[in-house]
């Protein structure tokens, strides 16, 4: 089943359930997908969804740091419940040790010697993780065994 479907049935299952948050929250989701497709005039792939799922993520991470700073915990928690939503959608996330595995291996296959080959280095990292692990960290990771 693909992410796709997998959505458009929990969509169905949230209006069954009268599950307004859950729907609200696939809602957008759907939408976001569908502006993506629209806009560029393509149907998107599994890769192309999760990059959009991953990217809802970070937004809410966000809005969650600014509305906690704010003072503003109702709202922090409508972000969060939402990230709880769409991390049902997401893959498994990789374990530090399976990031810095794959990292080696990257490293391996690309020659990287120094900060120069960082882009070729995270060409290469960014399919195996993307979705899985947290790209800000696994940057400072490149930077740290290249630097």
Do not use: H, N, W
């Amino acid at each position: 089943m693909t992410l796709i479907e997998r959505l458009k049935d929990e969509q169905k299952a949230a209006m069954k359930a009268k599950d307004k948050p859950r729907l609200g929250t696939i809602r957008l989701v759907m939408a976001a997908i569908k502006q993506r497709e629209v806009d560029e005039k393509i149907t998107l792939s599994e890769d192309d969804v999760l990059a959009v799922l991953t990217k809802m993520v970070k937004q809410r991470r966000d809005s969650v740091a600014q509305y906690e700073a704010a003072g503003r915990q109702d709202l922090a928690d409508v972000e969060l419940a939402e990230i709880t939503v769409l991390e049902e959608f997401m893959p498994q996330p990789l374990t530090d040790d399976e990031v810095a595995a794959l990292l080696d291996e990257a490293i391996a296959a690309t020659g990287a010697a120094s900060m120069q080959d960082m882009g070729k280095l995270m060409g290469v990292l960014k399919p195996q993780v993307q979705g899985r692990a947290d790209m800000g960290k696994v940057s400072q990771l490149v930077k740290a065994k290249l630097g």
